[in-house]
């Protein structure tokens, strides 16, 4: 089993910036793919991020792509998601997640955080 815990949202205003931790603990012997994923009111859990893992190979949304940046530290057991000029769209629960492949589907995802909500306001 491997637990994870995200931190780091919050309320900022639009163009703002905030970088996300996720942290992993219990049986985290790799290779572990993590992804980031957030999920808006009234809408499905969509793809954000996914990073393999030596970090060799990152794969963006297109809403994101430029704007977030994703990275790990193995040793510390840490995932992190850089976000830079947020918009009003970027609003909704943020959730990593642990795999062994790496894929925009969250059904391919065998481990999830409990979210955390980024609320950016305009």
């Known amino acids: 089993q491997v637990q994870l815990v995200e931190s780091g949202g919050g309320l900022v205003l639009a163009g703002s910036s905030l970088r996300l931790s996720c942290a992993a603990s219990g049986h985290t012997l790799g290779p572990y793919v993590m992804g980031w994923f957030r999920q808006a009111p009234g809408k499905e859990r969509e793809f954000v991020a996914t990073i393999s893992w030596f970090g060799e190979t990152i794969r963006y949304a297109d809403s994101v792509n430029g704007r977030f940046t994703t990275s790990r530290d193995n040793a510390k057991k840490l995932l992190y998601l850089q976000m830079n000029s947020l918009n009003a769209e970027d609003t909704a629960v943020y959730y990593c997640?642990?795999?062994?492949?790496?894929?925009?589907?969250?059904?391919?995802?065998?481990?999830w955080g409990q979210g955390t909500q980024v609320t950016v306001s305009s």
């Open positions: 997640a642990a795999g062994r492949r790496m894929s925009i589907s969250p059904q391919a995802y065998d481990y």
